[in-house]
């Protein structure tokens, strides 16, 4: 029996041995410039293959292998396209349930920290940029802004001997699901937040200056308002700082998110003067945020700068307040898709069956 579709996961796989696969998305050209699977080519054919144009795909011929995967948005469009081509004598696949179940797609990277007795494992959403962590030290282990499937957190624990103790957020999240709550739940581990009276489920919380401890490592927190007032950064053994959605790797946190234009304006001067503590800190500190906006390739290259690097590539991180301010408020990008329904379940603790409707799209906490 000829298979016409291929799982989230078998494809994944695949992409992380450096298998000749062509991945070809056929989305209009926005959508795919938006969000896609890493190494993809594009071919703008989604109105032709709906149309029954007989032209459609005609001229493609993969440049990556034989073998090729086709992807649109929730696997339907793909089908055709997937068609057309094993007419032409190709092996042919459609990517079942699209990039909405691409988003939960991940790989990892080990991110190397001298002088500390943690080691740093970068989990990531490969389609969707949200970028979580696994802390582990003498056994134990904090997640850092879990964002993946539970089952994922475990298997990549305990590949590496270490047991899940603490679950810790940087705030309360607006473009992904929190599974910070239901991770905690099913390891018993401890759930820490930054002091807020956002949430309606208890944790225990975590205000400037606290000391979370993974083994022989410890993390600082440090309160760095202004994407959220709740946001707050870990400094790891004075090595590494996990910035959550408060400083990303050239570019900055918005401020508008729930929020009025007054309270966004508010927002603005109290995030410029976070992120004047956070440059304040060695140059060498290493910097790991909870997003990227571009797709993650299966290369096992962490995503991570010095903070001296972030700083020669955000040109924010120099001006005014005035400035500062003024220029972080005309250059917001589109509002995340589906983000005050996204952060009511977030508050609440809750996750629906499938995230994947809500979670389509890529991450825009970024103001570059």
Known sequence: MTMTTMSRDDLRQLLERG????????????????????GSVHADAYDALRRGDPTAL???????????????AAGKTSMLAAERLRARGLDAVSLEGGMRAW????????????GSTARIVQLRRTGKGCLSYLIGSNGDAIVVDASLEL???????GEHGWRIRTVLETHVHADHLSRARALA?????RLCLPTTDRVSFEYEPVKDGDIVRVGSARLQALHTPGHTPESTSYLLDDRAL???DTLFLAAVGRPDLEASAEQARRRARMLHASLQRLVALPAETV???AHTSAPVAFDGR??????????????LLGETEETFVTQILTRLPPTPPNHHRIVALNETGALPDDPTELEAGANRCAVA
């Open 103 to 114: 988003s939960l797609a991940w790989n990892t990277a080990e991110v190397p920290c001298p």
């Open 242 to 244: 996990f910035t959550g």
């Open 19 to 38: 298998a000749p696969i062509t991945v070809l998305d056929v989305r209009p050209a926005a959508e795919h410039a938006e969000w896609c699977i890493p």
């Open 287 to 289: 910097v790991l945020a």
């Open 302 to 315: 962490p995503i991570s700068a010095t903070l001296r690097q972030v700083q020669e590539r955000t040109s």
């Open 185 to 189: 739940v099913d390891t018993g581990a």
């Open 151 to 157: 089952q994922v957190y475990h298997r990549v624990a």
């Open 58 to 72: 005609a001229d493609f011929h993969p440049p990556n292998g034989d073998r090729v995967v086709t992807v649109c």
